[in-house]
């Protein structure tokens, strides 16, 4: 019995229109042979490059229904978002009776 490894790869992105976040998927469940190991590569090492081209692509851009401008997001871009909406909050005031 022959076992394939598969390999699926996910983008995780920022709608600029609606701030809200999508999961577009790059390879769905490919045998890791057919991935040039080019591409594997720069997938492993999360080249910011690779992600640019990557949702530029009109394969890409097709599989996951794309129109409008996205761009990368990210741990530091989520972190900037919060600490953008505690400042619009404004202090806290906590209240003594």
């Not at 129109?67 to 505690?86: L, V």
């Amino acid at each position: 019995m022959l076992r394939y490894k598969l390999i699926g790869a996910w983008l995780l992105a920022l709608c600029t229109a609606c701030g809200e976040t999508a999961k577009l998927t790059v390879l769905e469940r490919m045998n890791v042979r057919s991935v040039r190991p080019e591409l594997l590569d720069r997938l492993h090492d999360d080249d910011p490059g690779l992600t640019a081209e990557l949702l530029q692509d009109p394969v890409v851009r097709r599989r996951n229904g794309l129109s409008g401008k996205i761009r990368r997001t990210g741990p530091s871009r989520r972190a900037a978002r919060s600490r953008r909406a505690a400042r619009r909050a404004g202090p806290t005031r906590s209240r003594r009776r």
